[in-house]
Nanobody, 124 residues
Framework: QVQLVESGGGLVQAGGSLRLSCAAS????????LGWFRQAPGKEREFVAA????????TYADSVRGRFTISRDGTKNTMYLQMNSLQPEDTAVYYC?????????????????WGQGTQVTVSS
């Protein structure tokens, strides 16, 4: 049984930074892709960033490109999202997701496993 556990959320002022982590536990292997999604109150879950199985390819939503950086450490089965220049519109619950096929995808229905989410709140 594989589980994803996010951490690192919190309250930050506009312009600040946070780093989210997503740890995969259980029987894992490295040939999977990972992604970050977020969901604000009253809105649908939306794609933020994704990274392929070996970390060689990444993709970002236009709204976060240049401010957020996704990365992964295969030795730790952990993925990160470094978020800089945070704005109030970044406020949401952030979820990490795993896709057993290692290619990049931006759609929620392409991912096989989800974490429980971590709250990020950006005050103005």
């Amino acid at each position: 049984q594989v589980q994803l556990v996010e951490s690192g959320g919190g309250l930050v002022q506009a312009g600040g930074s946070l780093r989210l982590s997503c740890a995969a536990s259980g029987r894992t292997y490295t040939s999977y892709a990972l992604g970050w999604f977020r969901q604000a109150p009253g809105k649908e879950r939306e794609f933020v960033a994704a990274i392929n199985w070996n970390g060689g390819s990444t993709t970002y939503a236009d709204s976060v490109r240049g401010r957020f950086t996704i990365s992964r450490d295969g030795t730790k089965n952990t993925m990160y999202l470094q978020m800089n220049s945070l704005q109030p519109e970044d406020t949401a619950v952030y979820y990490c997701a795993l896709r057993w096929r290692g290619n990049l995808e931006t759609q929620t229905n392409k991912y096989d496993l989800w974490g429980q989410g971590t709250q990020v709140t950006v005050s103005s």
